[in-house]
């Protein structure tokens, strides 16, 4: 018998005010249900946020090294069940074990981060114009944080925006993706034995159009953080904007990888293999598109195409794999919209383009695709597909691999293959996304670097690094004026 898993509100786990339930299976295949968890709806939300303002009022005032020792512990747990996590999340995401171990590996990476963090939040304090008087800023919590989460980087990026808004003295209210809601689970039970006071911590399971929904738009959860399609990011920011609430939007990409005619080719191949089908498509960051100098063109495809016709489909926990399903059936029908799609507007189809039959039909699989001579501004090549598929477009120097790579609406990452250090620093300077790559494929980013994108695939701000403590707390500037007398700041210090 399958469990009924629970919402953590108010310092319990709890059954949903609704009473409805929906299933966690595995992609790989659907005849394994790992659990029911929460349908939730608005008063779970409600009573989430009330839980959570006491909560706040608890930890604001619990000094910011002490808030960082709790997650230092937090990261020695997740190193303690990095492998009982691994599985579990390949069992309810589907990517291969290598990657789920990567996942929480990211996540240990971001707490022993936010740890020492807790040791900085610096502010500074800067000379007063005026004598006998200091100046200086500090770092404030804000208050309740909502945080809606995707499906595949089950607790990578949960903890991107959990730990840092706990750091900063704010309390959580967490709001995963209906695909992964078990990790959650296993990372909320992790954050109480470490010791976060429960109230700090909210899990409210459910779908976006009621849980998120009902998050966004709740008077007392003033900071948003959200990752998922750049089409739910506009009506949130809708809400947010009327709301004047703080809001961070990691949406979507349309990632490429240049390949110039100086390349190592091998390093190149290698790179596009990752980049395009790891996590079998399903990263914001994965190489959709690749940009091939002409001199190199077939030579490369040919190569390519044999590489990705020998990747291995297959269940993510066994050795043998190295791409494993997409999250669902939705998620299939989507890639297999595209390719006919691709294929109506003229692309070639190189290899893959179908579903396995036989033993993989239990799962949602889709064999790895590839598409030539796919003409910039098509809409394979302009749309973002969250699937195993790759579209290469012909160049014929670097000015329009720039020209490809800049003109879609998304711009999160970008990776350029060249032996030629002034390319690759032109490559940094012209390519409009928020990360590039040099010689590394356009997925990877390290968790102690600022992490987003330009365009329609965000909104300012990043995860990640040093910049995400700002969007979690508020600065503060503080007077003090020892001088015993009214001095006027722009007139005392400037009369004559
Ligand atoms: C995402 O796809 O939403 O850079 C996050 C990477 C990972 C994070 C991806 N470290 O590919």
Known sequence: MAKNFRNFIGGEWVAPTTGGYFENRNPAD???????????????VARAVRSARRGF?????????????????????????????????????????????????????????????????????????????????????????????????????PTWKTFPALLCGNAVILKPSEDVPHTAHLLVEILLEAGLPPEVIQLVHGRGETVGKALVEHPEVPVISFTGSTDTGAIIGETCGRMHKRLSLEMGGKNAQIVMDDADLDLALEGVLWGAFGTTGQRCTATSRLILHRKIHDRFLRRLTGAVESLRLGDGRADTTDVGPLIHEAARDKVERYVEIGEAQGAELVTGGRAPRGRLAAGWFYQPTIFSGVKAGSRLEQEEIFGPVLSVVRVNSFDDAVRVNNGVRYGLSSSIYTRSADVAFRALERLDNGITYVNAPTIGAEAHLPFGGVKATGNGHREGGWEVYDFYSETKACYVDYSGKLQRAQIDTYEL
Do not use: C, H
Request: aromatic share 8%; charged share 30%; net charge positive.
């Open 57 to 157: 009022d608890l930890w604001r005032r619990t000094p910011a090294p002490a808030r960082g020792d709790v997650l230092r512990r937090v990261g020695d747990l997740l190193v303690e069940r990095k492998e009982a996590i691994a599985d579990a999340m390949t069992r309810e995401m589907g990517k291969v074990l290598a990657e789920t171990r990567g996942d929480v590996q990211e996540g240990i990476d971001t707490a022993y981060f936010a740890a020492t963090e807790g040791r900085r939040l610096y502010g500074r304090v800067v000379p007063s114009e005026l004598r006998s008087k200091w100046a200086m800023t500090y770092r404030r919590p804000i208050g309740v944080a909502g945080l809606i989460t995707p499906f595949n980087f089950p607790m990578a990026i």
């Open 30 to 44: 659907t005849a394994d249900l790992i659990g029911r968890f929460p349908d939730s709806g608005a008063q779970d």
